[in-house]
């Protein structure tokens, strides 16, 4: 059964700092063609946060670009979101998400984790 679990959601203050994990199988990680990360606050659409491609390149939304950034370490299977200067509308369920097809920002993806809230107090 294909498996992604997040992990590193909490609580913090406004300009702190948050790692967020996302745990898979290993299939996943050898077949995917994009992984990526989005948020959802409450009242508010899915909100595409970023994307890695298959080829490596990475991709981010308006709202965190300079700030977030995405990796993956293909031998542990597990992709990560490091949040910089958080800001207080950052606030959010954060969802680890993959395809072996591309969807950019669309929340079409077929692989979604449980979710992590990351809350940003002012």
């Known amino acids: 059964q294909v498996q992604l679990v997040e992990s590193g959601g909490g609580s913090v203050q406004a300009g702190g700092s948050l790692r967020l994990s996302c745990a898979g199988s290993?299939?996943?990680?050898?077949?995917?063609?994009?992984m990526g990360w989005f948020r959802q606050a409450p009242g508010k659409e899915r909100e595409g946060v970023a994307v890695i491609d298959s080829d490596g390149s990475l991709t981010y939304g308006d709202a965190v670009t300079g700030r977030f950034t995405i990796s993956l370490d293909n031998a542990k299977n597990t992709l990560y979101l490091q949040m910089n200067s958080l800001k207080p509308e950052d606030t959010a369920m954060y969802y680890c998400v993959a395809d072996n097809r591309k969807w950019w920002f669309r929340p079409q993806y077929v692989y979604w984790g449980q979710g992590t809230q990351v809350t940003v107090s002012s």
């Open positions: 290993g299939y996943i990680y050898r077949n995917y063609y994009m």
